[in-house]
């Protein structure tokens, strides 16, 4: 679908469909809605005042214009109540009225710019979420379906300003907003996509193409060289399958090689069995998407390659499957990380934090700081914090602050989690420095204490997307399956961090 913005009157510009707005309450329509109402002969006043229009958050309602404006259909989408307008409103509703054009075939369709102004909320920042939501909410996966979808999809999108002299700072907005969106569609695309089509060699290939095209360093850690470092931990869980084990590093470079890198790490497990303490088969078939933060890491790397911000960056993937082979690590083993720190295995099924361990330690032999790893890694904090919310863990309050607020201005809710050293000791063991997993209670806690022994006094933030990683039913602009949660978020830091001085 191709973006663009204009400027004029909404009335006068012919498309299949126009999108205006309502907020909840709201008895006489003002703005470019009043207009489209006049223009209408008072249609939409008068279906507010019957009660078929209240201006409900994602309320849809198709106006049929009769050659009256230069649009073949107007929708009034509900804004909901003004006081609770935010940009993911503005990202829900866009969703809503474009899946219900895309429904009766619309391919052209025009909108004012919702509720700019409204809440305190900046034109260019309704802009980019109005184009997000669009983009995103359009989203669906295909590749492996061979029957006819039924219906066309938008071509067009016109985002409509009466202000000519915005032009530039809005298109501006329209670019970051496509960038953004197609990042978290691109995380979704690889997600959703079959284990078997997205071994850890095929992971590789992905992010080679994204490198070539983004110009991109790229270099790629075979199980030679896990080896060679000391990556006991990465190689462990990788024993099990006849897959290769990988370890991704792609780094954008903003001219300035003296500049420390900031590090983002994606756990790749591109299948989880959960190994010898393999899980039970209802559901297995979702942990095709236990790769979803290193999915993330990448198409983060390649919008920021786009966006070029003055920060250098590094994204460090680590992917293997975790399969029970007959080479497959066993509860009790011990192995050793790159660090040279021991861990006994107590649940193969706790593979994540092992493969997260050694990337970690590279990330730091890297000079990599500060450290943002994103990952599917405890079932804990899906039962804590259901599918809705991003759990954060960190050893840098400043840090994990600034992964909230860049999580807000995404619309990725993320949920900060204690980190008190009496969690420290369920992660004891008797044979090694460490165990795997710290036992039923405090999961999440404890897999980010784990981390936390590898990460030590690097400046660092563990983000556990477990639960708002994949979905089972419609969460206003997300439709079921793969979210891409964290890429604008991660995307959010980094332009962040570059605006701040760099060590």
Excluded at 78 to 94: C, I, N
Excluded at 281 to 305: H, L
């Amino acid at each position: 679908m191709e973006v663009k913005v204009v400027s004029g009157d909404i009335t006068r510009i012919k498309v299949d469909a126009a999108i205006v707005n309502l907020f909840e309450g709201v008895e006489k329509p003002g703005g470019a809605t009043g207009a489209v109402d006049q223009a209408l002969g008072g249609i939409i006043g008068q279906l507010i005042n019957e009660g078929e229009i209240k201006g409900k958050l994602n309320e849809v309602t198709l106006i049929h214009t009769m050659g009256k404006m230069e649009a073949e259909r107007v929708v009034v989408v509900g804004l909901g109540k003004q006081e609770k307008f935010t940009y993911d409103t503005v990202r829900a509703v866009t969703a809503a009225a474009c899946r219900f054009l895309r429904k009766i075939g619309a391919k052209r369709v025009a909108t004012i710019i919702h509720g700019a102004g409204a809440g305190g909320l900046s034109m260019e920042g309704t802009v980019q979420a109005l184009v997000e939501g669009s983009i995103i909410g359009l989203y669906i996966f295909r590749k492996h379906v061979t029957k006819e979808h039924g219906h066309d999809e938008i071509e067009e999108l016109i985002v409509v300003s009466r202000d000519e002299s915005n032009l530039p700072m809005l298109e501006s907005s329209v670019k970051r907003g496509i960038v953004m969106a197609e990042a978290t569609n691109f995380t979704r695309d690889m997600t959703n996509e079959p284990a078997n089509y997205m071994t850890p060699s095929d992971l590789v290939e992905v992010a080679r193409k994204v490198a070539v095209e983004r110009g991109l360093e790229f270099n790629v850690l075979e199980r030679e060289d896990m080896d060679k470092l000391g990556m006991g931990a990465l190689l462990g869980v990788a024993q099990g399958s006849k897959q290769p084990p990988k370890l991704i590093v792609m780094s954008y470079r903003n001219n300035d090689s003296t500049a420390t890198p900031l590090g983002f790490i994606g756990k790749g497990i591109t299948f989880d069995s959960g190994g010898i303490s393999i899980k039970p088969s209802e559901g297995m078939d979702e942990m095709k998407g236990d790769m979803a933060g290193g999915a993330a890491v990448i198409a983060a790397i390649a919008a920021i390659a786009e966006l070029k911000p003055g920060i250098n960056v590094t994204g460090l993937i680590p992917a293997t499957e975790n399969l029970p082979g007959g080479a497959a690590l066993k509860p009790g083993d011990v192995l050793k990380a790159m660090n040279g720190k021991t861990i006994e295995v107590a649940n193969t099924d706790a593979e994540g934090r092992l493969i997260l361990a050694d990337a970690i330690c590279y990330a730091k032999k890297l000079g990599l700081a500060p450290l943002v790893d994103v990952a599917t890694l405890t079932g804990a904090c899906r039962v804590a914090l259901g599918d809705i919310c991003t759990g954060a863990m960190g050893n840098d309050q400043k840090l994990i602050d600034k992964v909230i607020k860049a999580g807000d201005e995404a619309g990725e809710k993320i949920w900060q989690l204690p980190m008190y050293e009496e969690y420290k000791e369920q992660n004891k063991s008797e044979v090694a420095d460490v165990k795997n997993t710290g036992g039923r209670y405090a999961g999440a806690i404890t897999a980010a204490q784990f981390l936390a022994e590898f990460s030590e006094d690097t400046p660092w933030v563990h983000l556990d997307i477990a639960g708002p990683s994949f979905i089972k039913k419609e969460q206003n602009y997300l439709i079921k399956g793969a979210t891409g949660v964290a890429v604008r978020t991660l995307v959010n830091i980094a332009l962040a961090l570059a605006e701040e001085p760099q060590k």
